[in-house]
């Protein structure tokens, strides 16, 4: 998944939210980000459990609540726990991520980045995954 990939090397990636604006994330508000666009909602105890480096409760609360904050999550009292759950549509996300990486990574530059995806060297794509690509090219040449 391109988005999960990315952010778990991107620093200071953003996030686009609320009025094609981005926010800065930081790696542990980029962590739960993961987390809830894998399990498309969660509680507070059920992300704490999937993080890395076991942080507190009251660690996660307070990410969640910045998070919250900056307009990337929202929540819902479910009984006696809050249930989150990403403002932002995956598919938004994962544009930003990409956007951070061929910036970062590649001066801006699709071609860059297809071609370090081409690379045997780095990658090991299947003929099927080959054609697949090619049939993707093809179809935005018929645009």
């Known amino acids: 998944m391109i988005y999960s990939q990315a952010a778990k090397y991107l620093a200071g990636e953003r996030l686009v939210v609320r009025n094609s604006t981005e926010l800065p994330l930081t790696k542990r508000e980029r962590q739960i980000m993961d987390i809830l666009f894998a399990v498309g909602r969660a509680s507070g105890h059920e992300i704490q459990a ?13 990410i969640l609540s910045i998070l919250e904050r900056k307009g990337a999550v ?5 009984g006696l726990r809050y249930i989150y759950e990403p403002v932002v549509a995956r ?5 930003s991520a990409l956007k951070r990486v061929l910036q970062t990574f590649f001066d801006g530059s699709a071609r860059g980045a297809v071609a370090a995806l081409l690379d ?21 040449k018929e645009r």
């Open 50 to 62: 999937q993080m890395e480096g076991s942080p507190s409760y009251s660690t996660v609360r307070t």
């Open 74 to 78: 929202r929540h819902r009292a479910e």
């Open 91 to 95: 598919a938004a996300a994962r544009q």
């Open 120 to 140: 045997p060297k780095t990658f090991k794509l299947s003929w099927a995954e080959l054609d697949e690509l090619a049939q993707l090219i093809e179809q935005v």
